[in-house]
T-cell receptor, first 114, second 113 residues
Framework: AQSVSQHNHHVILSEAASLELGCNYS??????LFWYVQYPGQHLQLLLK??????LVKGIKGFEAEFIKSKFSFNLRKPSVQWSDTAEYFC????????????FGKGTTLSVSS | DAGITQSPRYKITETGRQVTLMCHQT?????MFWYRQDLGHGLRLIYY???????DKGEVPDGYVVSRSKTENFPLTLESATRSQTSVYFC????????????FGPGTRLTVT
């Protein structure tokens, strides 16, 4: 069965530090990839997505992610985090079939201290 | 632009009771989904629906029932609530064709005592 692995369960950073959250998936075919963010007490919001084309995708709030097909990875990055980035981050995969739901990783909690 | 709404936002119920969580979307999206979010498990799919009157099981369907008589509504029923069903439940929707981006509702926090 397809799965998504997020390597870091909890990441603690100081403001202005750089961020990289790992995400790997297990499926050899065409995939659509997503990063969602969940701020405390809120619902999931889409940060960015990859479907095709340039493997480096840019999302909202200065986030970006790089799709490396050979590594089955879609890592999330931000050069300089802010206190307001404190949230839970979920990587998700859709295996490009109509009707298939997203498969989520277990999430990474990011805590940013000011 | 209401988007996708869920009700109630918070619910406390007793073991054995029937509970229905409501989900409503205003985009006329064909697909709708129910997930539960638990610490250490991320989001797990309970049921999904491709259109009115078409539903299918996800990863964790046991103890849940869904229906979809209208495109815009996708209620989730716990027939006889158990403590293990204490969770936060998210409804989501997406359009028929790609991209396969899902839009999430605000969630319902359910506590079963």
């Amino acid at each position: 069965a397809q799965s998504v692995s997020q390597h870091n369960h909890h990441v603690i950073l100081s403001e202005a530090a750089s961020l990289e959250l790992g995400c790997n998936y297990s499926y050899g075919g065409t995939v659509n990839l997503f990063w969602y963010v969940q701020y405390p007490g809120q619902h999931l919001q889409l940060l960015l997505k990859y479907f095709s084309g340039d493997p480096l995708v840019k999302g909202i709030k200065g986030f970006e992610a790089e799709f490396i097909k050979s590594k089955f990875s879609f890592n999330l990055r931000k050069p300089s985090v802010q206190w307001s980035d404190t949230a839970e981050y979920f990587c998700a995969v859709n295996i490009n079939q109509a009707g298939t739901a997203l498969i989520f990783g277990k999430g990474t909690t990011l805590s940013v201290s000011s | 632009d209401a988007g996708i709404t869920q009700s109630p936002r918070y619910k406390i119920t007793e073991t054995g009771r029937q509970v229905t969580l409501m989900c409503h979307q205003t985009w006329s999206h064909s697909y709708m989904f129910w997930y539960r979010q638990d610490l250490g498990h991320g989001l797990r799919l309970i049921y999904y629906s491709a259109a009115a009157d078409i539903t299918d099981k996800g990863e964790v369907p046991d103890g849940y029932v869904v229906s979809r008589s209208k495109t815009e509504n996708f209620p989730l029923t716990l027939e006889s609530a158990t403590r293990s069903q204490t969770s936060v439940y998210f409804c989501a929707s997406r359009a028929t064709s790609g991209p396969y981006e899902q839009y999430f509702g605000p969630g319902t926090r359910l506590t079963v005592t």
